[in-house]
């Protein structure tokens, strides 16, 4: 039953690509948002903080829409990006990486705001009494004891990344080898009668992989936890 | 090494206005709980930005508020010991206690040497590798005083330092600091409830109370103000001597002093001799005799006359008394003031045990 | 208090289908729920015990589906209406291509893709079956963008990310943006039938009068404007 | 261009009476969820935790299958509950509102289970010796000390119950007035070529909804902060 | 309100093993830092599951891990003040106050008079409404001991609770304690490293060193135990004299007293006439003197015979005297000590200051 054709390894290993490159590309930016969000107060807070909550609360495909529009060749961003970085996203695995990375967004953003704003400003302290500047406390101090909440950012991130087609489908069709993830192809089997079969292999593949990526963060986690207990 | 502080703010119902000075050396910090002595710390640390302040350290501007200078504290190269611990708990025991060294420049940093003799000083080899959760409360308390004082800090800031710490440990502390602020001559802001360290280790003494100053000046002077109730209630009130030092006797672990007064004998003191050292006397340390009496086991004796008798609560008198120049406190139950007839212009002689002189300070340089 | 008659229609069907309702609505005071979603979901829904009255489907097959199941009214069941395939091009693109056998398609693509739908949803199998008939599939098999429906195929091609696109006839009507090089002939592909069936749980007394309406001339009037085929003789 | 038709208007009410009693009703079940995963060690916990995230990392559209199957008129689930307790999920409302819970399931219980993470167990030691048993000491110290979590999961469960469509569609269809959401609404319009007009109008109504939802949500977070400043 | 404590447990690289009993009253917990102290009171709570224990109270098993009994921390009716504050930051001051009483079973609450009666004297009536998070770190101290008095405990856990009081207040807190021991006869276990408040208040001084019990049984005894480092190394190492209760002079707020070396006028102490006191008399404050000297302002002599001569460092002797029965410790400078010619069996005075006496608990029932 588990046998996989080439097509699906390719997608299942694409879908880890996919997610992995998201995650691990939009973490700066996340934890960026959520400093931003947590520490400073600034006129239009709600609108940047409704903004990164958008992917969330938009049914996927008007995010994939959105994206097509912006990210698209002839989108302004994706244009931009194509003309001066050499970037281009339309149906390239980098565009489902991208939908990837902004459906998850709010997640990490939130998971990671939320462990900023436990964050006790008075060990932040100690660390610039020491002499550590702002960002030497961010990097030494603020950011070790977010880690559960990044991790725990990470973890939604990635599951949502390996769950989503919507978006991606959307904004950079279905190209098997190229774009087609694992979700989208579970997704085209449950689109065909008598595909269920397949359609639950893959699912079962699926699942096993988020299992894979959930017992290793909580491994993670574990680690990080038992090294610091209280102050 | 001079320290200027003024300050004004408010925080909740509360509200801070005061200023003091202080030449160098240790300057202690005293007031009830509550009275914003932690504020003033967190202010010279940078930690609190008051509404109006200026805080200058050694004639550098750390804070001017009307000039909007505003150093920020990781500028300040500070060595703050907090009330409550604040170790980093991601952090093993041996890296709180580098953590100050890999942001102090180059040249500032503690050798090895250092770092191991202050390790033994304050007993946490055993800790270094552990994290600050499996620590008990004094464990965390002495780890964050050498964390403090590993930072090579230009102005020391310790808040409550020993509070609880054990007596022994204390002992062993105490000198370490005392040698910060003599020999390394780093200034010391110390908060303390403890008299006895306030004594040994100020030169300075600023009294606060409600956010206001109540007092401030070389400590001798504060603590024998018989106008601060906060000073005269208290069991331990007392005077301060000053008095040069005439010789050590190595064989009897004694040193011989000079005051106006006359001579005294008192455990070894760290001083040199000809240096000048400053002794607190409590008052109830002090006994009185018309006479000299002999075959006594006291090795000290003042000659002396009365100022003045006061009250001091709870069936005592407060005996101020005038030895050649030294002032000198004694705490007398009315009855032995009766019995003795104490009353102004009496000269008598006053008795000190050697042992009950607390260990003071070799302040010549902090005063 | 009036439940409505409840309709289950693919998503294509939606605009020409909302205004038929509406008309019956109107002149029948009926009340009438229509849900569009995929064929597939709908037929799995109505598997599962969903109270819908019709079924109009993209394709034959999940109509199939559930008549083997005996969950259709087989007495009911009609093919209402037919759609064309066609090839589009973005309004502002000077390409000109007729279809033909072995027509140059993927020269005409350039380095760009071929928009087309998941051979998993009709369009898509329909376009690989024409495209196949024609001999071109090969040429361009790799490089085809495969959409998830008909409309995001669309939304390629009017955005320019795909300079050709294969679609229906009546989508490419409603999108101004593109243009219509050329029509599929009916013979490359099976044809591009929309059956109609009552449920067979259906109970609800006035489902037959809409059924009636959907397949009558003043429906057909509307279908027809939204560019369907209305197939009159009950063929199957 | 905001003037509603009365189909929509009903999208938009159903919309927020899903997502309020999807969030409200699995709360409950999120927080014991969280609180399992944090406080206790069993055998077989990850593969608890793993079912959790599952309508995460699956396609929607598969556990709108999923949800089908269970609590369809014919699933096991869905038969039991309309025999024994009268509660019908199927192509019903309260069906979108299953899914709508299922699908924020896990984003609640990661927020929640962060927070619990965080909590200060000498600060429940504390009220243990004052007596407090241990449902007491839950109530009256960890569940405000978590707040910030639980409303964190909050408004990311509301957002993702507002947008979601995939497995709500699939389990119970699009029957405007009983279970098209604004969501499901925005999707059939994306689906028809020319109504980019009517899927914007919508969109622009959910993330109008959103905005309200967030910035309420911080409003409570800020009041809640004010007290607790530090220990 | 006996109490019996057995452990055995291992945390890291630290082995507690221990045992000790109490007749009731209240038992000090005295150690170096980091020899348990915390472990043991967290044991006693219920917040440590030891390996093996045994912990009764008032005949009431709370642990005993052979018979597999353990009862619940909220069952255990305890007030615990930790070594931190641990106030609950969520809620105001009054409510964290409140907080045992709502878990207090109906007829223990404490009443409202109480409830005001300790505020004022913690003096945190203008903190009731503020949050934890608002308060200096004294405040904070305060408020945690005002939670755990008035959570109406049948067993009270003090860890260090004075550690950042000022004297002053101290000195109003202290005898709520004792009230609580003798009237309210609450079994008390108390961590501290100040001497002083441990001769007050303890009945019975458990020491620990390395988790390992060193010395346990009346504090009077321990202390005076010369084989204890701990102690006699202490400035105030000292002695602790029993006595009867004479008569109170009123006029002259002092107490006259008997113990078996003679009579001792001390200050006014709040123990009936015929009472018994335990006094502790720190050897620093011994005066000895050969003959008896006339018109001296001390008030106590006692004739006293040296039993014994130990060197107690920094060049000083320890003197052991027995004054007809009562055992004393006196410090002297090893110069005065050859002055004086002292040896074993002579017989001499020791003098001692009234005002020098630490004001000692009344503790006739505590013993
Ligand atoms: N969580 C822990 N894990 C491992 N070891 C610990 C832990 N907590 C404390 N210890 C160790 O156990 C020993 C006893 O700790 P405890 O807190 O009981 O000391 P203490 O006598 O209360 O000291 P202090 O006066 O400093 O508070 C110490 O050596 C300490 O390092
Ligand atoms: N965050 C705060 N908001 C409002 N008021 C505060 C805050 N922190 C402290 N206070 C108040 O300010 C005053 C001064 O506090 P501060 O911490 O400086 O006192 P302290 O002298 O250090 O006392 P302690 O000896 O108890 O540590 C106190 O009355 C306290 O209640
Ligand atoms: O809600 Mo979706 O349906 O992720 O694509
Ligand atoms: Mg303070
Ligand atoms: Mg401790």
Redesign the pocket.
Known sequence: MFHLSVEEWTALALSLRVAGVAVLASLPFAVAAAWVLSRTRFVGQAIFDGAIHLPLTLPPVVTGYLLLLTFGRQGVAGHFLAEHLGIVFSFRWTGAALAAAVMGFPLMVRSIRLSLDGVDTRLEEAAATLGARPLAVFVTVTLPLIGPGILSGMVLGFARAMGEFGATITFVSNIPGETQTLASAIYTYTQVPGADAQALRLTLVAIAVSMTALIASEWLARLGRKRAVGT | MSLEVGLRHR??A?ALDLAFDSPGGLVALF?P????????VRAIAGLLRAEQARIVVDGQVLVDSAARVFLPPHRRRIGYVF?EPRLLPHLSVRQNLDYGGWFAPRGARVSAAEFARLVELLDIGPLLSRHPGRLSGGERQRVAIGRALLSSPQLLLMDEPLSQIDENRKNEILPYIERMRDEVRVPIVY?SHALDEVVRLAGRLVCIQDGRLLACGPTGEVLTRTDLPMFAQRADAGAVLEARVLAHDEAYALSRLACAGGELWVPRLPAPPGGTVRLWVRAQDVMLALELPQGISALNHLQGEVLALGDSGLGTVMVRLDCGGTPLLARVTRLSAERLRLRVGLRLQALIKSVSFPLAGAAAGAL | EDKPVVVFAAASLKEALDEVGAQWQKEQHGQVAISYAASNTLARQIEQGAPADLFLSANLEWLQYLSVRNLTRKDSERNLLRNRLVLIAQKASRLKLLIAPDFPLAKALGDGRLALCNPAVPAGIYGKQALSALNVWDSVSARTAQADNVRAALLLVSRGEAPLGIVYSTDAAADPAVRVLDTFPEDTHEPIVYPLALTAASTHPQARSLYDYIVSAKARAIFVKHGFTVITDAAH
Chains 1, 4 share one sequence.
Not at chain 2, 33 to 40: A, E, H, N, W
Request: aromatic fraction near 8%.
């Open positions: 925080q909740g509360f007031g709980s509550g009275s914003g002595k932690t504020t003033v009330q908060v």
